[in-house]
């Protein structure tokens, strides 16, 4: 005979139903069922007895008379801590206090019913409530019978539950104050701070006698070495003399010329010989120089020599004293391995970045670090979590700023530099200098030199021969295995993409055909990533097909050739690309194919050309004539062509045949 009283999908209170709630544990649901009000852990409500009702015909817990339900109220943020993982908790809290438990779930609040004798109920409340007591949250008494009814089983007072309804008042914060008192409040959090040394340059007799006109000639010859003086008010200071011999510059540091000396080293780098007396004179500096030109040991060694000079030992500063900040992992790992070349007073450093063990970092920080390259985002975690003290860094380097701007790095920049002191020396290179490059460094840099070699306009370097190839987007891949048949035994190729899918596309395909290849991209886990570095380094691969992830701070000096498969997404990269190739003195190639959707970037690309003395074809010159003119009218009428719906790519299609394509 079917069963009477059941009313949406709950069982009349009988003998069948009681002797569910004497169920052995495991029969019981495990499960958080959650989502309506309709449904609770324990999947049904809790039973309620009306008056035709019977008692249940047996009484699973407690040794004395079971009372009326007594119902509290959870928020349901902290319902969890009641039921545990998989219901152990609310189990091993109905075997302590011999209740029954049970939860209805609400979108906001839940209900929690217990059975069982007073005692038990009591207890079973008391450690509910000591579970989700945290001082923020609110639990509220229901009544007997499943929720229903007074407070007169709860263990609170009416005046404890009314006090604690009443939300205590939030303190207002005066942010015009704390804006107001900003230096204030500043000068305190830098009080206590050590003292600082920053100058540490003797100038040598042979530099001192040079004149004016035989160090502006020795600039214009060594790459048009430009130097400026960027503070902004007061005098403007002397600009020190280039140092164009290692012994000019660390004459007073016999271990630095020991290092520069084991590795062989003829002479300084444009840049190292303008940058180094500035750096060692205690000034801020801005060093813009294309890739491949020695930045990293332009401000490595005054680095050390910094370091070194400071009043206060490396035991008692209680952290690294020395942090370069920049954008991507493979960078941070090469300017490890030129920290440890030029092993300067037994200094530590440890190279931080994310997808790296973040414990095994966390532990060399905290076993001492003078050194610390990092990339921002997990610098920040470290800075965010106290893992790192940035107090003790007296000197800074933002390395490849530009780089790290595109990235998007800046907020990550700002709040790593709040915690690191305000009179510290800050050196910042770039290969570019744009507009956020010039706002980072005006907000950074106090009253900087700025030192650059050959122009602040971007240009590709002259000693790669640029070739450009416009085609279509289906011709591409086979051009470009034509170009790898073509290769020779020694050739070494870096090949360019836009896309992580395309590099993984690309280089299988050359698997395929029996070519050794390995891809370089942000989605490879980074042993992978370090894997496919050391084989192209090392040639056991000669062709690596990446995103631009490898068009910075990649140091292979033998790479032949650049093969820009895809068009990068702006002029800056294309100068960063074509500068993985001929490095170091020595020549090289980068081949760009170019299709109809990269028109917009023709104008640029000219310049870029014409100013490293390449050749322009015609059609490239067509290209952006078209462009040029496209955009002109597009001013001159800007409702035209800006269609919505689907006619917009029809449009879009007619009007690219009207320029030629």
């Known amino acids: 005979m079917p069963f009477k009283g059941r009313e949406r999908g709950n069982m009349s209170f009988g003998a069948k139903s009681a002797s569910r709630f004497a169920a052995p544990r495991d029969e019981r649901s495990d499960g958080y069922s959650g989502g309506s009000q309709e449904r609770s852990w324990r999947s049904e409500r809790p039973p309620s007895r009306g008056p035709d009702q019977g008692a249940p015909s047996r009484r699973p817990f407690g040794d004395g008379a079971e009372s009326k339900a007594v119902g509290i109220t959870v928020e349901s943020g902290l319902v969890g801590r009641i039921i545990g993982r998989g219901g152990s908790k609310i189990r091993e809290l109905e075997e302590s206090s011999g209740s029954r438990i049970k939860i209805n779930k609400g979108e906001y609040e839940c209900e929690v019913s217990i059975f ?32 229903g009814g007074g407070d007169d089983r709860s263990v609170w007072s009416s005046s404890q539950v009314k006090a604690a309804e009443v939300a205590p008042a939030r303190p207002q914060i005066d942010w015009n104050s704390i804006r107001e008192n900003k230096d204030k409040f500043e000068e305190l959090k830098w009080q206590d701070l050590p003292p600082l040394q920053k100058y540490f340059y003797k100038e040598s007799s042979v ?8 160090v502006n000639e020795w600039r214009k010859e060594n790459n048009n070495i430009f130097v400026d003086d960027l503070k902004e008010e007061g005098e403007k200071r002397q600009i020190p003399h280039p140092c164009r011999t290692f012994l000019e510059a660390f004459e007073l540091y016999p271990e630095i010329m020991e290092n520069i000396e084991r590795v062989g080293f003829v002479k300084p780098t444009p840049i190292q010989s ?33 370091m070194d000079g400071q009043p206060v030992s490396k035991a008692e500063r209680g952290g690294p004293g020395m942090l370069v900040l920049t954008p991507t992992r493979e960078l941070a790992l090469q300017i490890e391995a030129e920290c440890n070349k030029y092993q300067y007073k037994d200094y530590k450093s440890v190279c931080i970045y994310g997808g790296g063990d973040r414990r095994g970092q966390i532990n060399l920080v905290k076993g001492g670090v003078d050194i610390v390259i990092a990339t921002p985002g997990r610098l920040n975690d470290l800075q965010m979590n106290e893992l790192i003290n940035l107090r ?50 005006k907000s950074y840099l106090k009253s900087p030199m700025m030192v650059y070699v050959g122009t602040l306009d971007l240009a590709a370097v002259n000693t790669v021969e640029q070739t ?7 011709e591409k891949k086979a051009y470009l295995f034509d170009f790898i048949r073509n290769m020779k035994p020694d050739d070494k190729a870096l090949i360019f993409v836009g896309k992580k899918i395309k590099a993984d596309d690309l280089s299988s395909d050359m698997c395929l055909q029996g070519l050794a290849v390995q891809s370089l991209h942000g989605d490879r886990e980074q042993r992978d990533r370090e894997e496919a570095l050391k084989d192209f380094k090392e040639s056991r691969v000669r062709i690596l097909v990446a995103t631009d992830l490898a068009s910075r701070g990649l140091d292979v000096a033998d790479i032949t050739h650049v093969f820009n498969f895809d068009f990068p997404r702006n002029i800056e990269e294309y100068v960063h690309r074509v500068g993985r190739t001929g490095r170091a003195g020595r020549s090289g190639a980068a081949v760009t194919l170019v ?22 074809p015609t059609e490239l010159v067509l290209m952006a004539e078209r462009y040029e003119k496209h955009k002109r009218e597009r001013e001159m009428f800007p409702r035209e062509g800006r269609g919505g719906g689907r006619g917009g790519g029809r449009g879009r299609r007619d009007r690219d045949q009207n320029w030629g394509f």
Request: charged residues 25%; hydrophobic residues 40%.
């Open 468 to 474: 450009i190839v416009i085609l279509t987007e289906e």
């Open 274 to 306: 303008q940058a180094w007396p500035v750096l060692l004179s205690g000034e801020d500096l801005i060093a813009i120089a294309q890739t491949g030109t020695g930045k990293t040991l332009a401000y490595l060694m005054p680095g050390f020599i910094h």
């Open 392 to 441: 003790s860094i007296t000197y800074l380097v933002l390395d490849e700023a530009d780089r790290m701007l595109d990235m998007g790095f800046e907020p990550q920049i700002m709040k790593i530099i709040l915690d690191i002191r305000p009179d510290r020396q800050t050196v910042m290179t770039s290969a570019t200098w744009p507009t956020g490059v010039r706002r980072l460094a």
């Open 207 to 214: 530099v001192s006698m040079l004149t004016t006109d035989e």
């Open 595 to 616: 299709t109809r959707e990269n028109w917009r970037m023709a104008p640029e690309l000219i310049h870029i050309l014409e100013r490293a003395g390449q050749e322009v």
């Open 116 to 147: 069982g004798t007073s005692s038990a109920q009591q207890k079973a409340k008391e450690m509910i409530e000591e579970l989700v007591s945290d001082g923020n949250s609110r639990i509220r008494n229901g009544g007997g019978g499943g929720g």
